[in-house]
């Protein structure tokens, strides 16, 4: 096999996998066989697409945020006060945020993407801040620390009704995520995708090959704040409530444990990071609800020591000291 015959072999490709199949499917059988958790299956699903958003620009990209539940809130407050003031329709509340969170985006981008890791944690942690202290002043627009209650959000196509059990959110949050999931796979797999991953390997070598580099850094920065303004949006209408918190620099806090949980630069470690991270927290905060973040904390710390890459990284590792070698092979 020449060279180029097997760096042809290692570019990515849109087939699906098998296993990727089956995860799909995975929420699908827990409807039929967890119908009591149906809201925090949402909740889960939800948060997983806050990650994809963040995984964007921190797995892809190199971009280091703390600051990422400020799109998260400019979404779900603008879900929201639609929603209040007599907009409830769902698929366009969506869409609002998302136009919202990824303008603010783009406008912040440019401070964003001129610095280095540490001036980026500060700049990204720093906006999170102002924007929550904002929300907290503006209570007569926000709801303050009481939050922003009384929505009125409409059918989804007119037709399914948000219920008390969580069945149409269910649904309605698989779908949104599926959808972005999608086209985000096809983005990360496309030579945009494989720019973004050169970018974060060796910044300086890109422009050699005549790459943008800071063009192609707010294009995604702008995207992944489009995308957690929608899962905001989706968080408003599923709860109809939002709450300060949704700006709040813990929430970023905990996004970015979820991508270290399940392992960055891989889309389904965003996904089964957020999961992991949710129904631990459900089931300790169940068992021992003053000291749960210390469980949580050791956790990180034991994945982060035995599992290099995440959750994800630790069973492609075991993966391939399971897999027969080439000489086995033949």
Same mark, same amino acid.
């Given at each position: 096999m020449t060279?180029l015959?097997?760096?042809?072999l290692?570019?990515?490709n849109?087939?699906w996998?098998p296993?990727?199949?089956v995860?799909?499917?995975m929420?699908v ?5 967890f119908p ?5 299956i949402?909740?889960?699903?939800? =948060?997983g697409?806050?990650a ?8 892809y990209? @190199?971009i280091?945020s ?6 998260f809130?400019?979404?779900?407050y ?7 003031h007599?907009? @409830?329709?769902?698929l366009?509340g969506?869409?609002?945020?998302a136009?919202v ?8 981008s ?6 280095q890791?540490?001036t980026?944690l500060m700049?990204t942690?720093?906006?999170c801040?102002?924007l929550h202290?904002a ?6 627009i926000?709801g303050?620390?009481d939050?922003?209650?009384g =929505?009125m959000v409409?059918?989804v196509?007119g037709v399914? %009704? ?6 149409v959110?269910?649904w309605y ?8 999931f ?11 995708g ?6 974060r %390997?060796g ?6 090959l ?7 850094l707010?294009?995604i920065?702008t995207?992944a704040?489009a995308i957690?303004?929608?899962a905001g949006a989706?968080l ?12 709040g ?8 444990i979820?991508?270290?949980?399940g392992?960055t630069g891989?889309?389904y ?21 003053a000291y749960?973040?210390?469980?949580i ?7 982060v ?7 994800l @990284?630790?069973l %492609?590792?075991?993966?391939q ?10």
């Amino acid at each position: 096999m020449t060279p180029l015959q097997q760096r042809q072999l290692n570019l990515p490709n849109d087939r699906w996998k098998p296993l990727e199949i089956v995860f799909w499917l995975m929420p699908v059988a827990a409807y039929f066989f967890f119908p009591g958790y149906l809201v925090l299956i949402s909740q889960i699903m939800i =948060m997983g697409l806050f990650a994809l958003s963040l995984d964007l620009i921190l797995g892809y990209a @190199g971009i280091v945020s703390l600051g990422h539940a400020a799109f998260f809130g400019l979404g779900a407050y603008t879900a929201g006060l639609l929603a209040v003031h007599g907009w @409830g329709e769902p698929l366009s509340g969506l869409l609002a945020g998302a136009v919202v969170a990824g303008l603010f985006g783009f406008i912040t981008s440019f401070l964003v993407v001129r610095g280095q890791d540490l001036t980026r944690l500060m700049v990204t942690m720093g906006i999170c801040l102002m924007l929550h202290e904002a929300a907290n002043k503006a209570s007569f627009i926000t709801g303050g620390v009481d939050g922003l209650s009384g =929505m009125m959000v409409g059918k989804v196509f007119g037709v399914f %009704e948000f219920d008390l059990n969580g069945t149409v959110a269910f649904w309605y949050s698989f779908a949104v995520l599926f959808i972005l999931f999608v086209a985000l796979r096809r983005v990360v797999k496309s030579p945009f995708g494989l720019s973004l991953i050169g970018i974060r %390997e060796g910044v300086r070598r890109m422009p050699s090959l005549g790459v943008n580099v800071n063009r192609r850094l707010i294009a995604i920065f702008t995207a992944a704040a489009a995308i957690a303004g929608v899962a905001g949006a989706l968080l408003a209408q599923t709860t109809q409530f939002v709450g300060l918190d949704a700006l709040g620099f813990p929430r970023s806090a905990e996004l970015l444990i979820m991508l270290v949980l399940g392992g960055t630069g891989r889309l389904y470690g965003a996904l089964i990071g957020a999961a992991v991270f949710m129904v631990a927290q459900d089931y300790i905060a169940g068992l021992n609800p003053a000291y749960w973040q210390f469980y949580i904390g050791l956790l990180l710390v034991l994945i982060v020591l035995f599992a290099r890459g995440g959750i994800l @990284g630790g069973l %492609e590792k075991l993966a391939q000291r399971f897999k027969p070698s080439r000489k086995e092979q033949a």
